[in-house]
């Protein structure tokens, strides 16, 4: 379960603050430095640790909360709406194009989870509004990526575009275009291929498909389990590809949920949905005022 020790040191935080009656100066500072160290042993990014610090710290001084009517409450408050604000202030769903279909592009390293999660989102699509999806295959570097594409397509019933691994990843994403539009399909998910680090080569081809596909949505998928490496790849892939938005995987196997609170600060780009789970049907639409509530328990 993510957020275990920062849920439990800001609560611990926050009952020290709330057995004082009235919060001096130097509770609110003894109080700051608490919520930076959770923050920080959280693995949250550093920067923006200290954007949230400063910020609430301002907050509380600018608007006289310590000298008016329960001024612990307050800071509770603070801290819950600037850990909404840091993660996105609001939902943000999944593009949709104006005509069918509606493409979207899965990009993200060697096991961040993007093969099962094109596979979880396909099904949501599918449940939710009867969509009819299409899958592409066009990590062609590794048989199994291929392979496990197809296998996942079994499972939520949804067919899979594929040439094996001896075309041009590009050619394939052409081809399968052409076929979804044969068929009607509303969705196309491209699974593309994924590395064991960021290369040049990688992200030549991922900007080749996108030139070629014009894809409505680029979904990054990163584990929540690598902390601030995940950051740190959301950051590059980014910059090189100006993504759309972020899912984040294995938040079930975080404990610390650092990039859960990072990603959108540093990136700017919003986590759209959560995976919880190995199951098809473990991902879930990331909403950053329940996300808050979950972290102060
Ligand atoms: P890819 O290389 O990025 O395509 O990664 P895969 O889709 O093959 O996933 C790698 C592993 O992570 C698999 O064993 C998945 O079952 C697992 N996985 C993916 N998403 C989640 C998640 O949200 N929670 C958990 N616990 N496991 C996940």
Redo the contacts with the bound molecule.
Sequence with gaps: MAFEGLTERLQKTFNNLRRKGKVTEADLRDTMREIRLALLEADVNFQVVKKFVKTVRDQAVGTDILDGLNPAQQIVKLVNDELVKTMGSTDAPLNKSDKIPTIIMMA??????????TGKLALKLKNEQHARPLLVAADVYRPA?VD?LVQVGERIDVPVYQEGTDANPVDIVRRGLAQAAENKNDYVFIDTA?RLQIDEKLMQELSDIKSLAHPDEILL?VDAMTGQNAVNTAEGFNNQLDITGVVL?????DTRGGAALSIRAVTGKPIKFV????KME?LDVFHPDRMASRILG
């Design positions: 993200g390293l060697q096991g961040a989870g993007k093969t099962t999660t990526a496990q994924g998928v995987t294995k938040l079930d196997g995976g919880q789970g190995e473990d």
